[in-house]
């Protein structure tokens, strides 16, 4: 699928689709939108015969022929859907003051995403980047290897620095660190590092039950207490699939970074 931004380069009439308001249960968030073209959409406001109904309101409009800029659709027997919620859609024109209004949007949203910092771009680490593109999060990936960096997609910022540690401490809050080099000791010092903080809502790290039994030996002899050692994930992706290949530990991890998130923001909202 095309990023947005491609979609608005290639698609000039276009109607912008945005839930205004959502009640009770519902497929999307308020906030959610989509694209309509006269041929194309992209996103979702999600799906069903709900998102028909709007995307045929927003070709209507394209062509003339609706006046509609406002939709309250109960998601009930009426429509085939039984979220039993009700959604608030609204349809704006994207012309040239409505696109610069969506600009705006999608930057301050890209500004709120959170941060997930790939420390080592092997195999796992290359995987894991191809997994996290697809999600609402902005990716970093740190190599002290060129060749290694070069192979990491593109979606994902890249920083090649010769001591990762070093640049731990600058990490924004709440943001989640994800250990994959190719170096135990440097693994080692990355997570030291990150430990030391309390802000962070993620710290994991690739290895074994035999990898982290050494760690914990060597953080306490490094000043490290057992609270702190006991936040780091290893190994990550979980223990319930016994499948190594890098796709599968980087879907599994993930989801685990998703759900360490998710957990973050809701301890800060109750705070």
């Known amino acids: 699928m095309d990023r947005i931004e491609a979609f608005l380069e290639r698609e000039y009439r276009i ?18 939108l989509m694209l309509v073209s006269p041929t194309d959409a992209h996103g979702t406001i999600g799906g069903g015969q709900m998102e028909h109904v709007a995307i045929d309101n927003a070709r209507a409009l394209l062509a003339g022929v ?5 939709m309250d659709i109960p998601l009930g027997p009426d429509i085939g859907q039984c979220c039993g919620g009700r959604v608030i859609l609204t349809f704006r024109i ?33 995987a894991l980047a191809d997994a ?10 740190v190599e002290t ?19 990762p540690e070093v640049i731990v401490k600058d990490i924004a809050p709440g943001s989640a660190i994800v250990i994959l080099t190719h170096d135990h000791a440097l693994d080692f010092l990355i997570a030291k590092e990150a430990l030391a903080r309390d802000d ?8 074994s039950k035999t990898k982290r039994a050494t760690f914990a030996s060597w953080a306490r002899k490094e ?6 050692i006991k936040r780091l994930v290893l190994p990550i992706g979980g223990k319930n699939v016994d499948d190594k290949r890098p796709a599968v530990i980087a879907a599994m991890t993930s989801a685990e970074i998703l759900m360490a998130l998710s957990h ?8």
């Open 132 to 141: 996290l593109l697809l999600l609402p999060l902005k990716t970093y990936a």
């Open 94 to 126: 994207g012309d040239d003051e409505a696109r610069a209004a969506l600009n705006a949007k999608l930057e301050a949203r890209l500004d709120a995403q959170p941060e997930v910092w790939l420390f080592g771009a092997g195999h796992v680490g290359r």
């Open 66 to 70: 609706s006046d509609i800029f406002e």
């Open 200 to 207: 962070l809502a993620y710290i994991g790290m690739i290895g």
């Open 264 to 271: 973050d923001r809701t301890r800060k909202q109750s705070a």
């Open 15 to 32: 109607v912008i689709v945005e839930i205004r308001e959502a009640i009770g249960s519902t497929p999307r968030e308020t906030g959610a």
């Open 145 to 163: 290897r060129k060749t290694e960096l070069d192979q990491m997609s593109a979606g994902a910022r890249h920083r090649l620095v010769a001591m």
């Open 223 to 228: 000043g490290l207490d057992d609270d702190a």
